[in-house]
Nanobody, 124 residues
Framework: VQLQASGGGLVQPGDSLRLSCAASGRSVRNHAMAWFRQAPGKERAFVGAILWNDEKYYEDSVKGRFTISRDDAKNTVYLRMDSLKPEDTASYYC???????????????????WGQGTQVTVSS
């Protein structure tokens, strides 16, 4: 599975942005798909995930602002980000896991495939 993340950019606080993660190689319908982010000098952090049964999980600081969705026909997962804040500034990565326990969703080591990062900068 190859993952290609895109959609990052420079936006102002309060703006919205949608990131895309296009998968190729095979369908990721039965994978757990997640988004992580990494700010300079910080560890890669869990943002959210969507499971094979379409259950969604989010890190507390993005709940109510970020939404993960998937388009199976396009083999693509999206991260819609609303009400962006300067602290959301980071490189965003998508990841796929063939098998992962729900209580381990936030651990980068649980994911089998990674896309390259796409930079999101929130600044006035």
């Amino acid at each position: 599975v190859q993952l290609q993340a895109s959609g990052g950019g420079l936006v102002q606080p309060g703006d919205s942005l949608r990131l895309s993660c296009a998968a190729s190689g095979r369908s990721v319908r039965n994978h757990a798909m997640a988004w992580f982010r990494q700010a300079p000098g910080k560890e890669r952090a869990f943002v959210g995930a969507i499971l094979w049964n379409d259950e969604k999980y989010y890190e507390d600081s993005v709940k109510g602002r970020f939404t993960i969705s998937r388009d199976d026909a396009k083999n693509t997962v999206y991260l819609r980000m609303d009400s962006l804040k300067p602290e959301d500034t980071a490189s965003y990565y998508c990841a796929a896991a063939e098998h992962v326990w729900i209580n381990l969703l936030s651990r980068p080591s649980q994911y089998d495939y990674w896309g390259q990062g796409t930079q999101v900068t929130v600044s006035s």
